[in-house]
């Protein structure tokens, strides 16, 4: 069956580094788009990353984590990284694992498949 699962959050300080991982099942990251978002309860699910479904793996960012975070992947673990640093209190959502059968996808109606999400918490 199809399974996106999320790991690597935790509580960090400001200005810190962390790591998440998504590990799929079911398919390969090489034949989708993916995509990371996060959300505070209450809120709406935002973009944060996302990598298309082509040959050169192109990336987007949202804005608010540009120059921050780094989408990466491997494809021999088909496995996908969210690299965060210099984290912000406002960084703090669970944030959730995403693939999608588009060529390319920034908002959460483009996307087929979700992972159970991580909790990432910025704070000292």
């Known amino acids: 069956q199809v399974q996106l699962v999320e790991s690597g959050g935790g509580l960090v300080q400001p200005g810190g580094s962390l790591r998440l991982s998504c590990t799929a099942s079911?398919?390969?990251?090489?034949?989708?788009?993916m995509g990371w978002f996060r959300q505070v309860p209450g809120k709406e699910r935002l973009f944060v990353a996302a990598?298309?479904?082509?040959?050169?793996?192109?990336?987007h960012y949202a804005d608010a984590v540009k120059g921050r975070f780094a989408f990466s992947r491997d494809i021999a673990k088909n496995t996908v990284y969210l690299d965060m640093n210099t984290l912000k209190p406002e960084d703090s959502a669970i944030y959730y694992c995403?693939?999608?059968?588009?060529?390319?996808?920034?908002?959460?109606?483009?996307?087929?498949?979700w992972g159970q999400g991580t909790q990432v918490t910025v704070s000292s």
């Open positions: 990598a298309d479904r082509q040959a050169t793996y192109t990336t």
């Open positions: 079911g398919f390969s990251i090489g034949t989708t788009a």
């Open positions: 995403a693939a999608s059968n588009r060529y390319v996808a920034t908002v959460v109606d483009e996307y087929d498949f």
